[in-house]
């Protein structure tokens, strides 16, 4: 009993104790700031490929031919597989401001401001260190899906 009245007065590995507890708030905050930093440079390299693909719009002329290879340009870059709905490649007339089906139709009405163009979109699917579905905006599978978009103005 002697002995451990000796402990009870014993102020060593206090601090032992206080790194215990705030060690895994710490760990889990460095690993959410590594995951985050992760996630977010994939995106951005996925904007950068979406945009690479639609500078080849300003170096040639805006064609189907031009959209097809912009489709395949953007998912070499962007490092997925080109399928029919990824990436996605849209082209629009807009007169006044609103959209219209045709492409290459001039506006109907006239004097109306025409302004076309094209956008570039990629999805990719992004895989955690620690998936999980409970993480906000994860998939089933605990991943999450990102997209990088881009788009300019031709006319």
Known sequence: MKRLRHFVGCESGTSVIELALILPTFAAFLIGI??????????????????RAVEKVQQYQASTSTFSTMKAEAATAAGVTATASNPTVEWWLECDGVRQSSYNNPCSTTGAIEARWIEVRITKTYTPMFPSRVWPGANSDGTFTLVGEAGVRTQ
Request: charged share 30%; hydrophobic share 45%.
């Open 34 to 51: 590594a995951e985050f930093s992760r996630a977010f440079s994939e995106k951005l390299q996925l904007e950068q490929a979406a945009q």
